[in-house]
């Protein structure tokens, strides 16, 4: 996903009206980091290379308790950048199967 596609979108409002901006800078910093990282690998990482990676437990506790991170079987979760991979991969999709209609024109 990184390469071929090196951004994810990230809503300003989202981000000022959502539930991590009432937590501290350093969580804060740690969570968007944590985007990063997780995009980058898309999304196959686990708690456990997160924590290296970003080597802030705590502040990594505080967003799994407060479910901005999510856990499943060991693996992190951050629900809007699994959904944006979702679409990402079907306009992907749409975009092959319309290229070998064409192509078959």
Do not use: H
């Not at 740690?30 to 999304?43: D, R």
């Amino acid at each position: 996903m990184a390469k071929e596609s090196p951004w994810y979108k990230f809503f300003t409002g989202e981000w000022a009206n959502g539930s991590i901006t009432l937590e501290s800078y350093a969580v804060q910093g740690v969570f968007i980091n944590a985007c990063c990282f997780y995009w980058s690998k898309q999304g196959d990482v686990t708690r456990k290379q997160l924590e290296k990676k970003i080597r802030s437990k705590k502040e990594i506790e505080v967003l799994i308790e407060e479910e901005i991170l999510k856990l499943d079987k060991g693996y992190v979760v951050i629900d809007f950048l699994d959904n944006q991979m979702v679409e990402r991969q079907e306009k992907s999709k749409q975009a092959s199967e319309a290229g070998k209609k064409s192509a078959a024109k």
